[in-house]
């Protein structure tokens, strides 16, 4: 039987080692490297250097969106002082939700999804619900997850030593470097 075709939101390589080896088994999996988030610019381009090479390892397209810091400083701006898991987390997971969404309806996609709810420092809770909303604007359908469950955070850990993947020490933005 043919595969779905799913577009999948990825914020780094060790994330989508896991993430994307686990997918790929029932979807047909494309990648959508979308984070202004990333501070500063030589952060960003390790990272999407890093998740490159797990593309290339694991067999999958890897889409690249344009990088826009000054967009994302001005949605998350008066949020600046919230801490981490907070409302500016909120529209930062939703900025990028929303481009993955369009992508995927513009691509022709069945199904979009996000690797972020890997991450224990992240809310699942809120991000599926974010999804169910792009992808009902959208007219997409949006795979809700939790993908720290099951031992998933430790497994992307492992996985991501045993292949030499970088992996950083904050989450992406000025504030959480700080
Ligand atoms: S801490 Fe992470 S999720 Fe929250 S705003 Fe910064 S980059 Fe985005």
Known sequence: MKKRRMLVHVCCAPDALYVMDLLKEDYDVSGFFCNPNI????EYRLRLE???KVAQTLGFDLIEDEYDPENWFDLTEKFKDEPEKGRR???CYAMRLERT???AADGGFDVFTTV???SPWKKSKVMNRIGRMFAKRYGIDFFEADFKKKDGFKKSVDLSKQHKIYRQDYCGCIYSKR
């Open 39 to 42: 501070h500063p610019e030589e």
């Open 116 to 118: 972020m709810s890997l």
């Open 50 to 52: 890093e998740t490159q």
């Open 101 to 103: 969404a369009q992508m």
């Open 89 to 91: 987390c909120d529209v």
